[in-house]
């Protein structure tokens, strides 16, 4: 039986998938940023909330996913459960060596975690940001959730650890098979050009707390 938390976690999937919060898919759909909050999917008195058809055809058109795809979120949120434990690393940790494996992933116990909507991905972490060097799109104190199983396409968000221990978010520019092209975030910030030899993984970021 489909339920009111089915939807509003589909939805909640949806903008992980995109690398958006819900208050950025809410926005680049050209609605109100506080329509997917918490606070609107009760009314007053606790009665639940569906959220409504047209703001669910403004999410799938702006994210160019279809009726079937949405369909699919919403049977991955009634198979897989609501929450996942998504383990928590401060950037700094993430470039000192003894943290992370040779394929990216988080090494060790005793991190903090978040509870987060079931990204699909067990190896999933998240990363708190320090610094201002990923402004504006992530700021000191943010937290970004990244995937090691997610595919990587030209584009996208990333999360680079090189061999030298230098952890960065960019975007991937390019990717050849000697070569891979980062645009930086932050204008302030130079782009990087790394030969593949030099770069320990690369990993896709599905999600920002902005």
């Known amino acids: 039986m489909l339920s ?75 198979s897989r459960g609501a929450l996942q434990r998504i383990p928590v690393i401060g950037y700094a940790e993430a470039g000192a060596s003894g943290y992370f494996d040779d394929a990216g992933l988080p090494v060790g116990t005793g991190w903090d975690e978040l509870l987060f909507p079931n990204v699909g991905d067990a190896q999933a972490y998240a990363l708190e940001i320090s610094g201002d060097s990923m402004e504006p799109v992530y700021r000191d104190g943010d937290r970004i959730i990244v995937s090691p199983a997610a595919s990587i396409r030209r584009g996208d968000r990333v999360v680079v650890r090189t061999l030298a221990g230098e952890v960065m978010a960019k975007q991937l520019a390019r990717e050849t098979a000697t070569r891979i092209e980062l645009k930086s975030i932050n204008p302030a910030h130079a782009d990087r050009v790394f030969l593949k030899g030099e770069v320990a993984w690369m990993a896709r970021i599905i999600w920002a707390s902005q």
């Open 4 to 78: 009111h938390s089915d939807i509003w976690r589909a939805i909640d999937r949806l903008a992980a998938a995109k690398g958006l919060s819900v208050s950025g898919l809410a926005k680049a759909a050209g609605m109100d940023a506080t329509t997917f909050n918490r606070s609107k999917r009760a009314a007053d008195g606790g009665k639940l909330r569906w959220p409504s058809t047209e703001s669910i055809a403004n999410i799938l058109a702006a994210t160019g996913t279809s009726l079937s795809e949405f369909v699919a979120l919403i049977e991955a949120v009634q």
